[in-house]
């Protein structure tokens, strides 16, 4: 199959989403939509306490941007799937379908577990006519497959995504910082490079769970002859990330958030790996 297939013409156009959202991100991260507020502590206390605090949110534009671009790639998984049906046996039907649930998982009294009947009967004829071989690579997609982390997976990712962008309103909001650097100042001399740690112990310093960076000062700190810790403070840096919510749309999936940065790279990058895949059995 060449590059002009319907398919791989809806991720390049996905492409094209992807470098309009990178430069928004970018110019949003250059504004420093940040501060970094200083925390009060007890006297001998050997830490410095900054809160993170996020002052401004990104280009709403973003996330139609967003919108458009999980649009185009989860439309390519459809694109491809239809032609791996023979076209006497395709139908109004006939989808890439995606599910959250394991709607054929039996319990121990052999009935199914889902009592969802037409949810078995919608996935079943959206697969009507596929190869067995083609069927094992789409069923090995399913959310269900991650547990907990359905909603996580990048496939379930785009498919709520698109679900919801086509019926509600995707957010695009500030998620805080990654790679976070800080550095030791007195006055306008920089003492040393820190290693930083936040309360928690999580990766990306999210806004809204008022995240609180901690420097402690080493055994090696001391007075006389070292500078008071009161006229120390840290320098804090990082990049702005950009969260996106996604609203819950039907189904009994919550409401969820996804790091945009880590969502382009990876969205795109599965994608062209199962078309890829499926491409070895689109019908004649």
């Known amino acids: 199959m060449g590059r002009d297939a319907s398919w791989w013409l809806k991720v390049k156009r996905a492409q094209k989403h992807l470098v309009d959202a990178k430069i928004q991100a970018r110019l949003y991260a250059d504004s420093q ?4 507020e200083r925390l009060p502590t007890r006297q001998g206390d050997r ?55 394991d709607l054929f998982a039996r319990g121990a009294d052999g009935e199914f577990v889902s009592k969802d009947a037409d949810a078995r009967e919608n996935y079943e004829r959206a697969l009507r006519g596929l190869r067995p071989e083609a069927r094992a690579v789409v069923e090995f997609c ?28 995707l957010i695009a909001t500030g998620g805080g910082l990654r790679r976070i650097n800080g550095h030791l100042r007195h006055a306008d001399t920089v003492l ?54 996604v609203p819950w749309v039907g189904g009994n999936q919550p409401p969820a958030e996804h790091t945009l940065e880590h969502s382009l790279v990876s969205a795109i990058k599965s994608v062209r790996s199962i078309l890829k895949i499926l491409e070895k059995y689109v019908a004649e």
């Open 192 to 245: 040393a490079e820190l290693p930083i740690h936040y309360v928690g112990g999580i990766e990306i310093a999210f806004a809204h769970a008022e995240a609180v960076l901690i420097w402690e000062f080493p055994d090696w700190w001391v007075t006389p002859p070292a500078i008071p810790t009161s006229e120390v403070d840290v320098e804090y840096s990082g990049t702005a990330s950009i969260l996106i919510h």
């Open 33 to 36: 939509p940040y501060v970094f």
């Open 47 to 101: 830490q410095i306490r900054h809160r993170l605090r996020i002052t401004a949110e990104p280009d709403p534009m973003l996330a139609l941007i967003y919108g458009d671009f999980v649009h185009n790639l989860r439309s390519a998984l459809d694109h491809v799937f239809v032609a791996c049906v023979p076209k006497k046996l395709r139908s109004v039907s006939t989808s890439f379908p995606m599910t959250y649930d």
């Open 142 to 169: 399913q959310a269900h497959r991650y547990g907990a982390d359905a909603s996580l997976w990048i496939l379930g990712a785009l498919t709520r995504g698109d679900n919801a962008d086509k019926h509600r309103q």
